[in-house]
């Protein structure tokens, strides 16, 4: 009688352990999984000088876009998306010179981040900034009078720099 019992506790014993390690198992790679998936939104701090686009009210968009196409793209075809947004488009906020706003700007399965500011004289290309992939969680903008700029932490400049 003694044998039988010794066997089924011997039998359960091994399938707890079984069961623990397949648990184990699973918990590891869910956790692998979270530690490696990108977020799913950025926080974009926009920050208006007061004198940003001649004192007036800025259109401030997030787009999805290859790096193609961001080369070649006429700010007349970016600014034609504040009336009419294509897939592209992420969000679209106006900011007011001198107030900073937050706003959380989802990450595209597809394509790269890029946030433009459309200005009245934009300065050169600087209306436009493409971001790396994946974008970081937080970003840090600053809108001065006739151009965007990528607020740096290593030395809090202002990139691009003024030519």
């Known amino acids: 009688m003694d044998k039988p ?18 648990t184990a198992l699973l918990v590891s ?6 530690a490696s998936s990108k977020a799913s939104h950025v926080d974009l701090v926009l920050r208006p000088a007061a004198d940003a686009n001649g004192a007036r009210s800025v259109y401030v968009l997030a787009r999805a876009i290859d790096e193609k196409t961001f080369g070649v793209e006429s700010y007349e075809s970016v600014a034609a998306r504040v009336t009419t947004p294509d ?3 992420q969000t679209s906020v106006v900011v007011l010179p001198g107030q900073t706003k937050v706003i959380k700007v989802p990450v595209p399965e597809k394509g790269t981040l890029a946030i433009y500011a459309l200005l009245e004289r934009p300065d050169r290309d600087a209306w436009r900034v493409l971001l790396s992939s994946p974008p970081p969680e937080k970003l840090e903008m600053r809108i001065e009078r006739s151009r ?5 932490k290593s030395d809090e400049v202002c990139v691009p720099e003024s030519r």
């Open 87 to 89: 897939e592209s488009v």
């Open 29 to 34: 790679a869910l956790g692998a999984g979270c």
């Open 148 to 152: 965007l700029c990528r607020v740096s």
């Open 5 to 22: 019992r010794r066997l089924v506790d011997t039998a359960l014993v091994r399938g707890h352990a079984s069961l623990c390690g397949l």
